[in-house]
């Protein structure tokens, strides 16, 4: 594990504190400081950069040939050998990220994967929105910042997650097929997937049904209709497991306080947290994770 080596850079100075190498991939941990002005640069690797802080930071990307900009969200695939402009749209000079180096090997899998699926927008590789990605990429930095037990073999797992996982987003079902679910009066394995990343995304309460149904553009009645049809449960109680789902992995896999992984899962209240989790689990959240973390 490396630590604390320093990078100087035109517009910016990037300070790696952790470093690993697993296979197929080297994993950082760093600060970058920016002078204020434009960015130009090209990576040698692909790479997904996921922002940890400051969650305000705003900045925009442009690849050549290509006239608009685009806003840069808190997770990112930054292709390798492609030249960048970035310009930020504040007077912030700091943050700090989780960085995936891809080798070619692992990379060349990852783009050929995707291109199957269709080319993705270039809007999407720049504001990357899926739980499960961000889920994977917690249980990295908490064995990047405090490494346990087989360390190496759990990151080299997280590592395999996390390339079928980036594939998944990228591989949109295709026009056809997205056409005969819907009139066989099915939900999309691509609606499946965003009304997940949708419930892991959410902040501030639980998804309502109505945000559930715009997130797929079907109105209110005929979400319902299709939701039961393809999962044959309602709508809360699918909302109630995956957010279960996600509360255990936190739990068990983050250094988060309670009221912490309260707020990430959108109650307003540490209480109310703990007794649906009671209600659901039979125990509460710090009883679960005494009785489950090793």
């Known amino acids: ?20 190498a697993v296979s197929g991939a080297s994993i950082e941990i760093a600060d970058f400081e920016f002078d204020g002005t434009e960015l130009v640069g090209c990576e040698d ?9 400051p969650d305000y930071f705003s900045s925009y990307w442009q690849l ?9 969200g808190n997770l990112m695939f930054l292709t390798g050998r492609v030249p960048y402009r970035t310009r930020p749209s504040n007077p912030l000079r700091f943050s700090r990220n989780l960085l995936c180096h891809f080798e070619p090997e692992l990379e060349s899998r990852i783009l050929d994967d995707c291109r199957q699926g269709g080319r993705p927008a270039f ?4 504001d990357i929105r899926c739980g499960r990605i961000e889920l994977t990429l917690r249980r990295m930095l908490q064995e990047m910042m405090q490494p346990g037990f087989a360390s190496e073999l759990l990151l080299d797992g997280l590592l395999a997650a996390l390339v079928v996982d980036i594939c998944r987003y990228f591989r949109r ?20 997937q965003k009304i997940v ?27 319902r209709s299709r939701f039961k049809s393809t999962t044959g449960r309602s709508v809360h109680s699918y909302v109630e497991e995956v957010q279960l789902e996600r509360a255990k992995d936190l739990l068990l896999n983050s250094g988060m306080l309670m009221k912490e992984i309260a ?7 540490q209480a109310t947290f703990t007794s649906s989790f009671r209600r659901l689990v039979g125990m509460s959240p710090s009883d679960y994770r005494d009785a489950h973390r090793h």
């Open 1 to 20: 594990m490396a630590m604390m080596q320093a990078q100087q850079h035109a517009g910016f100075q990037k300070q790696v504190f952790v470093k690993r």
């Open 45 to 53: 690797r692909s790479l997904l950069r996921w922002r940890l802080a």
């Open 64 to 72: 050549p040939r290509r006239r608009e900009y685009v806003k840069l």
């Open 123 to 126: 809007s999407e590789f720049q």
């Open 173 to 192: 079902d295709m026009p056809e097929a997205l056409e005969t679910s819907r009139r066989c009066g099915m939900l999309s394995k691509t609606d499946l």
């Open 197 to 223: 990343d949708f419930i892991h995304d959410a902040r501030g309460g639980c998804p309502t049904v109505s945000q559930l149904a715009n997130v797929c553009g079907i109105n209110l009645s005929t979400f």
């Open 263 to 269: 707020y990430d899962l959108g109650f307003t209240h």
